[in-house]
């Protein structure tokens, strides 16, 4: 059967949302204009969580103590995201990375950049699995997650 | 109370394309042509407008069509005042549920034609029961503003 | 376990781009193949469970409420549940409570998407918290790559040692789909093909990715003695598992994935599988990528940890070989997600009753279902039998 005797009716859903981020993410976020990277620390399993996290979520437990982890880390996982999709925020491509800051326990997700990313080729010699990275920072602190601008490779 | 910690605007928009699928595709070509269009159920005998693929009581296709008369009564309406986003039409605006003549079941539409504003005159002619037609819109797209609103029937 | 339940019957649309159909009526294909295959009628439903993907997927909210009665709905009881992509597990499970509970003797089960309607990956991407990992999530494939290659990372194994035996994955999957009337891509494809597909999110390439599909799937549960009064070869369930974990992407290791290993465990349990390489006769393993499937074999205790690839290269998961993985063709050739984890139990419960038609696997006695839902962050398994 042909397409066009298929009806489509085109449309778009805009959803306006005001998200709170209580107490422990507004913190996270005011370190971050600081330019300190903040974790916290589980009185029960003593893990280190970033991003910080009110509660333990394997031990359950209130996390109430603020721990600053290193800006450096290693690239636990990298993804060069060639993709365009409706909304996407970074332009592409990008690397999504999920990057272990020395003194924490858990991955951090972040873009690691500041190199020529247009090439593959060229861009897998340089992002390693296990590679060190460092955070650079924003100048301009807008209390979101770009407050880090991205990590770069460690030479 | 004062906010005492942050909040983050987020808003998300997402882009759609809807299949009509074949009775509604029809349902909406009669439209454009100035037809209101039901489906009756062999079981039931309702007849549904918006014509149905099948019968949401009985389970069974329905196939046959009939078309219904562009007016109807009044089954019940309000007044839309307040304002909210995503209205595809500013506020004060009527809308009612229309059992149209020949038909089973209420269909959603404007109601207008007149003064909004006189809350007097609005319910003189906004009863429940009283005779309402349709208003044919002069740009058909075959989707449901071909009909512009129901007016009363005087 | 509670009382016996059995499947007995199973309906199924036929899943690909259907801009032909509204979304109700996509529904009720499914609803009414089921209805024909059990031999009932609405009349004999006590009850409907449903799930979906979140409401963006389709713009229209709370998305059951638009095709309820396409499920039968009006004057019965409804209730949805909800996991992401296990949905299709999750509303299983909730079958099988409800009749195993004594409540109903017959529950109809629908899972449904219809993603050609809206933006499959930019709905996926808000499943992503908004504060810390929305920016840089690319959809599915970006975090389902990123676990490939922390797990290749992890267990040394070689790149192009994982391309091979992923592009092998995809082969047998489009083979296998060439088997399946219902499903979306029916293609073949070479390895050739593969290892030169477009690059999606690197390693990943085209053909190592699921399609996005509409699609419906039925499943039609019942009471151990109704089942042997309506069926004459119900499908048993034997056992079944579901785990979730954190939600934050990085917080736990997903290279071990303990909820899929757990979910796994708990349904081998329950239905006393000890050696389910030796013990399972067929497995429809929810597989949207062809890495991430290699994954599931090492949680599900098919093989050893890290030793995925070279299983997957001697056959061991072909449809001729020791335990064949997804005859169906899998998720990776049809994945209208809300009902995909509803498939692949609907395809297991088809296996073991001898109705899976050309993707028949001879002689299948025990089966394994699968789905994952979420930022890698559900798991749920469902195992059914020919006997009880």
């Known amino acids: ?155 | 109370m004062a906010k005492e910690y942050r909040t983050m605007r987020n808003d998300v928009t997402l882009p759609y394309q809807w299949a009509l699928g074949k009775t509604w595709s029809r349902f909406f070509d009669g439209l454009k042509d100035g037809r209101i269009q039901g489906t009756k159920c062999a079981g039931c005998g309702r007849v549904y407008v918006p014509a149905r693929s099948f019968c949401p009581v009985c389970f069974t296709d329905t196939t046959q069509w009939v078309d219904v008369k562009p007016e109807g009564k009044i089954l019940t309406w309000t007044l839309v005042r307040e304002k909210y986003l995503g209205q595809v039409q500013e506020p004060p605006y009527v809308v009612a549920l229309i059992q149209l003549d020949g038909s089973d079941c209420g269909f959603s539409h404007f109601i207008g034609g007149f003064d909004l504003s006189d809350a007097g005159q609005l319910k003189r002619k906004l009863k429940t029961g009283a005779k309402v037609k349709a208003v044919w819109s002069p740009v058909r797209n075959a989707d449901i503003r071909d009909i512009t609103c129901f007016v009363p029937v005087e | 376990m509670g009382n016996a339940v059995a499947i007995i019957g199973t309906g199924q649309t036929k899943h690909g781009r259907r801009s032909d159909v509204c979304y109700p009526d996509l529904v009720r294909e499914a609803v009414t193949a089921a209805l024909e295959d059990a031999g009932i009628t609405l009349k004999d439903i006590d009850g409907i469970v449903l799930g979906t993907m979140p409401s963006m997927m389709e713009g229209v909210s709370s998305t059951h409420f638009y095709f309820a009665e396409a499920m039968g709905s009006v004057g019965k009881p409804v209730l949805k549940v909800e996991t992401c992509g296990s949905t299709g597990q999750s509303i299983g499970h909730c079958g099988f409570f409800w009749v195993a509970s004594g409540m109903a003797d017959i529950v109809l089960v629908v899972g449904s998407e219809k993603m050609s309607e809206g933006d499959g990956q930019a709905t996926m991407t808000t499943v992503f918290d908004p504060f810390f990992q929305r920016t840089f999530a690319a959809g599915a494939p970006g975090v389902f790559t990123m676990q490939s290659m922390e797990w290749m990372y992890r267990f040394k194994i070689p790149e192009e040692k994982g391309r091979e035996a992923a592009a092998r994955i995809s082969v047998s999957n489009h083979d296998n789909a060439m088997d399946n009337p219902h499903a979306h891509i029916r293609t073949r494809v070479t390895m050739e093909d593969v290892k030169n597909a477009r690059i999606i999110t690197y390693p990943v390439r085209l053909l190592d990715v699921c399609p996005a599909s509409d699609g419906a799937c039925a499943v039609i549960f019942a009471t151990g003695e109704k089942a042997r009064k309506i069926c004459r070869k119900p499908a048993w369930i034997k056992g079944l598992g579901f785990r979730g974990e954190e939600f934050f992407y990085g917080e736990s290791d997903k290279a071990i994935w303990m909820s899929a290993t757990e979910a796994a465990a708990e349904a081998y349990r329950q239905a006393g599988i000890r050696n389910p390489l030796k013990e399972l006769d067929v497995a429809e393993i929810y597989n949207p990528f062809t890495y991430q499937e290699m994954i599931f074999y090492e949680c599900f205790g098919f093989c050893p940890r890290g030793e995925a690839p070279d299983y997957v290269l001697k056959g061991t998961f072909l449809k001729d070989g020791e335990l064949p993985c997804c005859p169906s063709g899998g998720t990776l050739c049809s994945n209208p997600i809300g009902a995909t984890g509803l498939i692949r139990l609907a395809e297991a419960a088809l296996q073991v009753t001898g109705k899976a038609g050309a993707r028949q696997v001879e002689g299948a006695k025990l089966a394994l279902s699968h789905a994952m839902g979420g930022v890698d962050q559900f798991n749920g398994v469902t195992i059914v039998g020919s006997e009880l």
């Open chain 1, 1 to 155: 059967m042909a397409k066009e005797e298929h009806r489509i009716v085109k449309g778009q859903v805009m959803v306006p949302y005001e998200v709170a981020l209580g107490k422990t993410w507004s913190m996270f976020y005011d370190f971050l204009k600081e330019e300190k990277i903040m974790g916290k620390k589980c009185p029960q399993c003593s893990r280190v969580l970033v991003p910080p996290r009110s509660f333990c979520p394997r031990c359950f437990e209130d996390m109430d103590e603020w721990v600053e982890v290193s800006q450096e880390g290693i690239v636990e996982t990298w993804v060069y995201v060639n993709m365009p999709f409706f909304a996407q925020e970074l332009k592409i491509p990008f690397i999504s990375a999920q990057i272990r800051l020395d003194g924490s326990d858990t991955g951090f997700i972040h873009q690691v950049a500041g190199i020529d990313l247009t090439e593959f080729e060229k861009v897998r010699e340089i992002v390693k699995l296990g590679g060190r990275v460092k955070a650079v920072w924003s100048r301009e602190k807008k209390g979101n997650i770009l407050d880090i601008a991205y990590f770069e490779p460690v030479k």
